[in-house]
């Protein structure tokens, strides 16, 4: 069942508009989920990745710290997050859509 805010959201015509957009700068912008274990292997290689966002004002450069989850907050892979982990990062990916739409 999707709770009240995720149908809100998907049913909004100017999210549906803004999509395209999104999908565009997911997976070079941070909002992908990141697993504890890749995130530590890979500090020094995502650190050069926030700063390449920074220098190019990467818009919905968020930390990608901020999209951190513990490998048993992953389902089947690094791709797919288990419900709740879902639901902690739908609203923080919400916070910065907002953040860079205005």
């Known amino acids: 069942m999707l709770s009240s805010f995720c149908r809100m959201i998907f049913n909004s015509l100017p999210f549906l508009l803004f999509l395209p957009t999104v999908f565009a700068l997911y ?50 892979s690094v791709y797919h997050l288990v419900y709740e982990a879902g639901c902690e990062r739908a609203p923080r990916v919400a916070e910065d859509l907002k953040r860079i739409a205005r």
């Open 27 to 76: 997976g070079v912008a941070g909002a992908r989920a990141w697993a504890a274990s890749a995130f530590g292997l890979n500090a020094e290689s995502i650190a050069e990745l926030e700063e390449t966002m920074r220098e190019n004002k990467t818009p919905f450069a968020a930390p990608c710290g901020r999209y951190r989850f513990e490998d048993g907050q992953f389902f089947d």
